[in-house]
């Protein structure tokens, strides 16, 4: 049977979307229109129940019941008073949030002709970064009269000062919470003796983001065992037994993961939680659970912020932490105002030309930052969509750190060394294969290379994708101390320890201790967009519009969101990398929903700017699907979520969905407006 994706360009509908240009249902947070039809609040209203002792507010029916410790009416009260002192500011910046993107998307609009007779790099080339709107303020770009405020410096807690390897995963089941747990116990067992030593000279323990945001589904129980998760991680009660296996799992006596817990975006409503008829924020619903369960212990009030854009929203950040303090120390006398502490993503590229005012702005709360670099090149390519003349840096392009971040992450060093942040890279998230060892061997040249420039750059850390990568991660960093004391042996013996081919040696040691790829200076034309990973006409690696980069984007993006569909939230996807032999090997690239926001982005510019027709699209989309259905391998093209179980039935939908975040000329601010109605009554 032949798996058919209509060829039109019509809008998908989800169970509860309103017809185009139906009615919204008014909110108090307006945005929140854009995720929740009338005919889905109704439908969530009707399938909830009342909340017992708290006036006015329905909670999906089963999480109650499921689960009464977190579910409390003591939590459901704390919630409602947060909400209702924070909720008006959170719909001031919302509302401005889509003024500003209806600017921007404007003002890049106008210059397309003023640009099409220009060098992509002349100086003259007109972009909307450092314009002003009719009320003066830069809506994207850096601030040249902000200062700075020097008396704002970071008081970074004891428990998080260290060498910052940060593994980032799920926490909403115990045993993957346990494993992150244990992170820094995990001992391959080819693991070379220079690795242990250098780990136990340090001392130093793994952080875990502890994600809630781009790692997972966004149901409503995964939220709660997190919840409940990292309650039992904080008081060291957690364990799991596995009858399947005959296995349990515990966690150690010593050197545990200190874990940081990410909550979702401002943007995405909660359907689960609805008071006098509208939904809470998703945000609010996560972070609020986890301060009242964990309000006594210091090191369980460390949050990653996602997708914060200027110092505005940092403002609503900031009322939210103090009015949850406030309404804690009401509860609990002895509790102490200013614990709470805020690592910041800045993965928006508005956010990062405004580090420095985000920080000051979340004082005493601000810990430090880190540059998520998928979702930067997502929203990025987001802010540049009217430009027919901007290219994404393409997916396939296995040095995008090394080669397009660099004014990134310098601007992070510079802006947050002077008080005392801590400065974190992004993500490393190409897995080997196990069992594989020319997997492994590409997987880590490719590890050490990304380890080492962040490190060359100023940053005092990174994420991983996997817990097989945190003691190697410590390990580098500990023989990049001894290189930067002036003994290069460290480095070089581990380096080819962990990477045994001979022919890797001298080129992967001619890039540690060469020098970093050049940068821009602040005085060229072109720095604002460099900063921007935004300089780029062309890839050098692969067209955008190649129909293999076309067809790999669509391949990862449909396994992907059948995935999420069936409620996971990421996924190790096959991909390969090329060896110094040239040999094309086998590796897994860790999708999340960001890398597949950057893919469906990059997709719908090369669409909607007419590189790529839509039958072209289409066949490309049909033939992926089917190739997915029929389940045979093919090499370079191996099928990681399969059509089978929970995923067949989800696959037609993700089709459908992707194809309507590209065919269209009005894409969804994220994905998740289109797939958010699918997480109901789950």
């Given at each position: 049977?032949?798996i058919?994706?209509?060829?039109?360009?019509?809008?998908?509908p989800?169970?509860?979307?309103?017809?185009?240009?139906?009615?919204?249902?008014?909110?108090?947070?307006?945005?929140y229109?854009?995720?929740?039809s009338?005919?889905?609040?109704?439908?969530?209203?009707q399938?909830?129940?009342?909340?017992?002792?708290v006036?006015?507010?329905?909670?999906?029916?089963?999480?109650?019941?499921?689960?009464?410790?977190?579910?409390?009416?003591e939590a459901?009260?704390?919630?409602?008073?947060?909400?209702?002192?924070?909720r008006?500011?959170?719909n001031?910046?919302?509302?401005?949030?889509?003024k500003?993107r209806?600017?921007?998307?404007?003002?890049?609009?106008?210059?397309?002709?003023?640009?099409?007779e220009?060098?992509?790099?002349?100086?003259?080339?007109?972009?909307?970064?450092?314009?002003?709107?009719?009320?003066?303020?830069i809506?994207?770009g850096?601030?040249?009269?902000?200062?700075?405020?020097?008396?704002?410096?970071?008081?970074?807690?004891r428990?998080m000062?260290?060498?910052?390897?940060?593994?980032?995963?799920?926490?909403?089941?115990?045993?993957?919470?346990?494993?992150?747990m244990?992170?820094?116990?995990?001992i391959?067992k080819?693991?070379?003796?220079?690795v242990?030593?250098?780990?136990?000279?340090?001392?130093?323990?793994?952080?875990?983001?502890?994600?809630?945001e781009?790692?997972?589904?966004?149901?409503m129980?995964?939220?709660?065992?997190a919840?409940?998760?990292?309650?039992?991680?904080?008081?060291?009660?957690?364990?799991?037994?596995?009858?399947?296996?005959?296995?349990?799992?515990?966690?150690?006596?010593?050197?545990?993961?200190k874990?940081i817990?990410?909550?979702?975006?401002?943007a995405?409503p909660?359907?689960?939680?609805?008071?006098?008829?509208?939904?809470?924020?998703?945000?609010?619903?996560?972070?609020?659970?986890?301060?009242f369960?964990?309000?006594?212990?210091?090191?369980?009030?460390?949050?990653?912020?996602?997708?914060?854009?200027?110092?505005?929203?940092?403002?609503?950040?900031?009322h939210?932490?103090?009015?949850?303090?406030?309404?804690?120390q009401t509860?609990?006398?002895?509790?102490?105002?200013?614990q709470?502490?805020?690592?910041?993503?800045?993965?928006?590229p508005?956010?990062?030309?405004?580090?420095?005012?985000?920080?000051?702005?979340?004082h005493?709360?601000?810990?430090?930052?880190?540059?998520?670099?998928?979702?930067?090149?997502?929203?990025?390519a987001?802010?540049?969509?009217?430009?027919?003349?901007?290219?994404?840096?393409?997916?396939?392009?296995?040095?995008?750190?090394?080669?397009?971040?660099?004014?990134?992450?310098?601007?992070?060093?510079e802006?947050?060394?002077?008080?005392?942040?801590i400065?974190i890279?992004?993500?490393?998230g190409?897995?080997?294969?196990?069992g594989n060892?020319a997997?492994?061997?590409?997987?880590?040249?490719?590890?050490i290379?990304?380890?080492?420039t962040?490190?060359?750059?100023?940053?005092?850390?990174?994420w991983v994708?996997?817990p097989?990568?945190?003691?190697?991660?410590?390990?580098?960093?500990?023989a990049?101390r001894?290189?930067?004391a002036?003994?290069e042996?460290?480095l070089?013996?581990?380096?080819?320890?962990?990477?045994?081919?001979?022919?890797?040696?001298?080129?992967?040691l001619?890039?540690?201790?060469?020098?970093?790829?050049?940068g821009?200076?602040?005085?060229?034309?072109?720095?604002?967009?460099?900063?921007?990973?935004?300089?780029?006409?062309?890839?050098d690696v692969?067209?955008?519009?190649?129909?293999?980069?076309?067809?790999?984007?669509?391949?990862?993006?449909?396994?992907?969101l059948?995935d999420w569909?069936s409620?996971?939230?990421?996924?190790?996807l096959?991909?390969?990398?090329?060896?110094r032999a040239?040999?094309?090997?086998?590796?897994?690239?860790?999708?999340d929903?960001?890398t597949?926001?950057r893919s469906?982005?990059?997709?719908?510019?090369?669409?909607?700017?007419?590189?790529?027709?839509?039958?072209?699209?289409d066949?490309?989309?049909q033939?992926?699907?089917?190739?997915?259905?029929?389940?045979?391998?093919?090499p370079?093209?191996?099928?990681?979520?399969?059509?089978?179980?929970?995923?067949?039935?989800?696959?037609?939908?993700?089709a459908?969905?992707?194809?309507?975040?590209v065919?269209?000329?009005?894409?969804?601010?994220?994905?998740?407006?289109l797939?958010?109605p699918?997480?109901?009554?789950?």
């Amino acid at each position: 049977m032949s798996i058919s994706v209509a060829a039109t360009s019509a809008r998908v509908p989800s169970p509860f979307e309103a017809p185009s240009g139906a009615e919204k249902a008014p909110m108090k947070i307006e945005y929140y229109s854009d995720y929740i039809s009338p005919d889905l609040l109704t439908h969530l209203i009707q399938n909830s129940e009342d909340a017992p002792g708290v006036e006015g507010l329905k909670v999906a029916s089963g999480p109650i019941g499921e689960f009464p410790d977190i579910e409390t009416p003591e939590a459901h009260k704390f919630l409602i008073e947060l909400y209702l002192r924070t909720r008006d500011h959170l719909n001031k910046v919302l509302v401005q949030r889509a003024k500003d993107r209806a600017f921007i998307d404007q003002k890049t609009s106008e210059f397309v002709a003023h640009n099409a007779e220009l060098d992509f790099h002349s100086p003259a080339y007109k972009t909307v970064i450092g314009l002003k709107d009719d009320e003066g303020r830069i809506v994207i770009g850096p601030n040249p009269d902000y200062r700075g405020d020097a008396t704002k410096t970071v008081d970074v807690p004891r428990f998080m000062e260290g060498i910052q390897v940060t593994l980032f995963g799920p926490p909403d089941t115990a045993k993957l919470s346990i494993n992150a747990m244990n992170a820094i116990h995990r001992i391959p067992k080819a693991e070379p003796k220079i690795v242990s030593d250098l780990v136990n000279e340090s001392g130093e323990v793994a952080r875990w983001g502890a994600d809630n945001e781009d790692s997972k589904t966004p149901i409503m129980r995964n939220f709660l065992h997190a919840c409940r998760n990292l309650v039992g991680c904080f008081d060291g009660t957690l364990s799991f037994d596995d009858p399947d296996r005959n296995k349990s799992y515990r966690l150690e006596n010593e050197r545990l993961s200190k874990p940081i817990k990410r909550f979702p975006g401002l943007a995405i409503p909660d359907g689960n939680h609805i008071l006098d008829g509208e939904p809470l924020p998703l945000h609010l619903f996560d972070f609020g659970m986890h301060m009242f369960h964990n309000w006594d212990k210091p090191e369980a009030l460390v949050f990653y912020v996602p997708k914060l854009e200027n110092e505005e929203e940092a403002a609503y950040i900031h009322h939210l932490v103090k009015s949850a303090e406030e309404l804690l120390q009401t509860r609990h006398p002895e509790y102490q105002m200013g614990q709470v502490r805020l690592f910041i993503v800045y993965e928006n590229p508005r956010a990062i030309f405004r580090i420095r005012e985000i920080a000051d702005t979340l004082h005493p709360y601000f810990l430090g930052g880190s540059l998520g670099w998928h979702d930067f090149l997502g929203s990025t390519a987001r802010v540049f969509k009217n430009d027919p003349r901007y290219r994404i840096p393409v997916k396939a392009d296995p040095n995008i750190v090394i080669n397009h971040i660099k004014e990134s992450h310098t601007l992070l060093v510079e802006k947050l060394s002077p008080i005392g942040g801590i400065k974190i890279g992004g993500m490393y998230g190409v897995l080997f294969e196990d069992g594989n060892p020319a997997s492994y061997e590409v997987s880590m040249v490719g590890y050490i290379k990304d380890v080492i420039t962040q490190l060359k750059r100023g940053l005092d850390g990174f994420w991983v994708a996997h817990p097989d990568f945190v003691r190697t991660g410590i390990a580098l960093v500990m023989a990049y101390r001894d290189l930067a004391a002036g003994d290069e042996t460290t480095l070089t013996t581990l380096v080819k320890e962990l990477v045994p081919s001979a022919v890797e040696h001298e080129p992967l040691l001619e890039f540690i201790f060469g020098t970093d790829v050049p940068g821009l200076d602040k005085s060229d034309p072109l720095y604002p967009r460099a900063v921007l990973a935004a300089t780029l006409e062309k890839s050098d690696v692969i067209a955008n519009d190649d129909p293999e980069e076309v067809r790999y984007n669509v391949f990862q993006a449909l396994q992907y969101l059948a995935d999420w569909l069936s409620g996971n939230g990421c996924v190790a996807l096959p991909a390969t990398m090329t060896n110094r032999a040239g040999q094309a090997i086998t590796v897994r690239v860790m999708d999340d929903l960001a890398t597949t926001e950057r893919s469906r982005w990059e997709l719908w510019a090369e669409v909607a700017h007419g590189r790529v027709s839509v039958p072209e699209f289409d066949a490309i989309l049909q033939a992926e699907l089917e190739f997915i259905r029929a389940g045979k391998d093919a090499p370079g093209h191996e099928i990681a979520v399969k059509w089978e179980g929970e995923a067949a039935k989800w696959y037609p939908k993700a089709a459908e969905i992707l194809r309507q975040l590209v065919v269209t000329d009005r894409p969804v601010e994220f994905a998740t407006e289109l797939l958010l109605p699918y997480t109901v009554n789950r």
